[in-house]
């Protein structure tokens, strides 16, 4: 692996023809690589060994910076062209919601590999049964259809030909402190990055993949999810409870990990993919191993869970590929493996923190903004001292 170090230094009172500069001597390759300082870019090239035996050379640029940025996007639409329907659909409820993409069609020759992961593509054409939150997993007074705007503000608008479509993206919170004073709390990523993979097997240099993320990510993150591809592993914690006839019994809790990801999907939970930790209260009976929570949750989990956090993560980024591609390692964590088109990863490492009862978006609105009729009577949460703030840097006296 090659690492070259740019750093920028400024020096007061040397001369150009210092004579202390006369006795400079070029350092070896084992010298520079102990030396040590303040840098700014950071550039690693590296070969990567992929599933298939092949190697991509990694060409990442590391900036040495700390970025703190309270935003708001409309809409994150990436990704809009033709993809081929998934097949041996045998994960989810019902055994069709997740394909595995291992069979396959004469007619799909070598496209199989662009092939959505969920049937139908785009999880859009099911039964209106399979939009509804589920009781086990979220906090909606049993369940509730992702359409119902008085549940889930902003809606759900599900859409089969993108490979990623977010709403109502919030990086941040504002947080009101009372009597007409309202403070922002930034989203922190620390070492931004990109980062490049090419195919050097036919003795030419050609790009087939880019990632941009950060090394570390920390704070809120929120959006509608009306479609995604991507690797989605998070953590949830929830309080499971029966409603007999409007009356909420407590069974106590259920925590879990789940990959909820594929492509152009809302997210199904597969017995395959679904990590029980543990199991607390009456809801032990309902509960005893992963096929049991997927029986009790068949419908999609993505679109519910419009509130996230970040807990000092590695694994966040968006990339977008002609293949399949395995990225470096960031940090020590190596990601999973990316597929072809647009993907985003979050999660794999545990930084992923689903608060599915805690809210259901982030309130990143001032009371003047449109969106905050939409999203201002949710309840901000976290404890304040445990989230991010603004530099001392930005701080006014």
């Keep these: 692996m090659k690492k070259i170090i740019t750093s920028l230094t400024l020096f007061a009172g040397i001369s150009l023809f210092n004579p202390a500069l006369a006795g400079m001597e070029m350092m070896s390759e084992s010298e520079l690589s102990g030396t040590y300082g303040q840098a700014i870019f950071e550039v690693n090239d590296e070969l990567v060994s992929q599933a298939d035996g092949s190697s991509l050379s990694m060409l990442r640029l590391t900036i040495g910076a700390r970025i703190e940025i309270n935003a708001n996007v ?13 097949t041996n659909c045998t994960g989810g409820s019902g055994g069709d919601k997740i394909c595995y993409n291992n069979v396959v069609p004469v007619a799909y020759d070598d496209n199989i590999n662009w092939a959505c992961t969920a049937n139908p593509c785009g999880s859009v054409g099911l039964d209106e049964s399979f939009y509804e939150s589920s009781a086990l997993t ?6 509730q259809s992702f359409f119902d705007e008085s549940v889930f503000p902003g809606g759900w608008e599900p859409d089969a030909g993108i ?3 977010l709403r109502d993206v919030t990086m941040g919170q504002v947080r009101d402190k009372g009597d007409g004073v309202y403070e922002l709390l930034p989203f922190v990523q620390e070492n931004p990055y990109i980062e490049f993979a090419f195919d050097e097997s036919s003795g030419v240099r050609k790009l087939v993949g880019f990632r941009i993320g950060a090394e570390e990510s920390f704070g809120y993150q929120g959006n509608i999810i009306d479609v995604i591809s991507g690797f989605i592993r998070p953590s949830i914690t929830a309080d499971t409870e029966l409603d007999i006839g409007g009356i909420e019994i407590p069974l106590g809790s259920l925590e879990l990990e789940a990959f909820l990801g594929g492509v152009r999907t809302i997210g199904w939970l597969d017995a395959k993919t679904l990590d029980v930790i543990d199991v607390s209260g009456a809801a032990s009976l309902l509960i005893s191993d992963p096929q049991s929570v997927v029986d009790e949750s068949p419908t999609a989990q993505l679109f519910p869970v419009q509130s996230n956090y970040l807990e000092h993560t590695n694994a966040f980024f968006i990339s977008m590929g002609t293949r399949s591609i395995q990225w470096s390692a ?11 088109g647009f993907w985003i990863n979050m999660g794999g490492d545990g930084g992923l923190i689903a608060k599915t009862q805690q809210g259901q978006h982030p309130n990143n609105y001032f009371p003047n903004h449109p969106k905050f009729q939409d999203y201002g009577g949710n309840v901000n949460y976290g404890d304040v001292s445990t989230l991010p703030s603004w530099s001392q840097t930005y701080t006014s006296n």
């Design 74 to 86: 409309e809409e994150l639409a990436l990704g809009r062209y033709w993809r081929p329907e998934g």
């Design 138 to 143: 979220h906090d909606t007074g049993g369940a």
């Design 163 to 165: 490979d990623i479509k």
């Design 330 to 340: 960031v940090q020590g964590f190596s990601p999973e493996v990316t597929e072809p």
